[in-house]
């Protein structure tokens, strides 16, 4: 038989591959996989550019000086828009508190878009009312105590209390320190190099993080024990994925800015640990 | 330090070495970069209180784009060197700005293995989407909504984003295009 016959290799292949078919149509391209050896091929090459693309690229870390050099930037930007804020919107609350947590009505007297218009180009502008269309702000604080405590444990020396690529190290070290005993395991072999552990506090308990290490991305997995509240479902926020699962007598959750796709390959992979 | 800054750090700057990972691929040389990476901090900061609940990372990655796009656009009028070959356009896929400067490109890319400089060559349309979904693992919507375009065109590019590099590394390792197999 001659090659090149099988449609789906170049239509609904590359969308299985990044996954973005929903479940029914990916479970229908799963029977057609396993009869032709066209799309098998091709999903192998599909995971080979892949790989090679992860292994091969180089980035250069952002230079320390130009970090420096854009902090201060934005101290003299803040500066003056403080001085301006304060003459148009009647003062920016500089009084308060500072919530990481966003709030919906902040700020109710002045439109949304207002600042959007001051500096952010017209397409910029198009993607962020795109985005603020698509994603619906949420209202459990547990997804901001998450993310929050993700994007915590990306800035300089908060990432890891426990350094280690052994999940015999890992696991016990966590018995002193949180209230839960997680599923520990290295899968540096299907991509995910385990690279250590983390107390964090919230659900009122101590909580533990255990973290994984995909390609340039850290993913932080939370477990807590349950408090017979309702899971949420998964969910993005702030540009980081969230996917929740249930296991044993603990709630888990997957933190990360990778696509959805591989955080779920690694649920799946802690679900059959 | 003011509330509008103390969120903006906290929201928005742990997306900065991924911002600056996606700069270094769209633009020619590292000072352009560092430009490129400022330049889009600063308008995303003046344009931070429009942001609401949304996805802060993509609209990051959408600025960047764009004062990369604005710098191209300046320096163009700035030279104003009329195109030799416009007829070339008609071609139906142009391959707007896809030709790297030769001697800042191999400089930069000397150290890098042949992936690296295939991908160098890519026209930009191309590149970018390959960035966005194999190495930042954005999704088709938000790769749709940092580039400005239908779901559909993502789509489309990346294919032939990923068609056009395997062509080009077979080519590199077989010494002459494949013939069809």
Known sequence: ?273 | MDEKRARFDAEVLPHLDAAYRFAQWLVRSPADADDVLQEAILRAFRGFDGLRGSDVKSWLFAIVRNCHLSAVAQRERRQSVPLPNEHDERDGHAMISSAPEPETETMRRDDERTLGRLMAALPEEQREVLILREIEELGYREIAAVTNVPIGTVMSRLARARAQLKHRWQKEFDGEPQAVR
């Open chain 1, 1 to 273: 038989m001659s090659p090149r016959l099988c449609a789906e290799t170049s239509t609904r292949l590359p969308v299985y591959f990044d996954g973005e078919l929903d479940a029914l149509a990916a479970a229908e391209l799963e029977r057609h996989l396993a009869g032709c050896a066209e799309c098998r091929a091709g999903l192998e090459e599909l995971r080979e550019l892949r790989a090679a693309l992860r292994r091969e690229l180089k980035f250069r870390p952002t230079p320390p000086e130009l970090k420096t050099r854009i902090s201060a930037a934005l101290d003299r930007e803040s500066a003056d828009a403080h001085g301006a804020d304060a003459q148009t919107a009647g003062g920016p609350g500089a009084g308060r508190v500072l919530p990481i947590t966003p709030r919906p009505t902040a700020r109710g007297a002045r439109p949304f878009w207002a600042g959007a218009f001051a500096g952010v180009g017209a397409a910029a502008l198009a993607a962020s009312l795109a985005l603020f269309l698509l994603v619906p702000a949420g209202v459990d604080p547990l997804l901001d105590d998450l993310v929050n405590a993700h994007v915590r444990s990306l800035m300089p020396a908060h990432l890891i209390d426990v350094e280690s690529t052994d999940r015999h190290t890992v696991k016990p070290w966590f018995a002193g320190h949180v209230d839960v005993s997680p599923v520990v395991a290295d899968f540096t072999d299907q991509g995910y190099k385990l690279i250590g552990g983390r107390a964090d506090y919230f659900a009122h308990q101590r909580a533990a993080a255990v973290i994984y290490q995909h390609g340039a991305h850290i993913i932080n997995v939370f477990s807590w024990s349950q408090e017979g509240k309702r899971l949420p479902s998964d969910t993005t926020r702030n540009g980081y994925h969230l996917a929740f699962w249930r296991l044993g007598n603990l709630d888990y959750c997957a933190v990360s800015d990778t696509g959805w796709d591989e955080l779920l390959a690694l649920e799946k992979l802690l679900k059959t640990e």
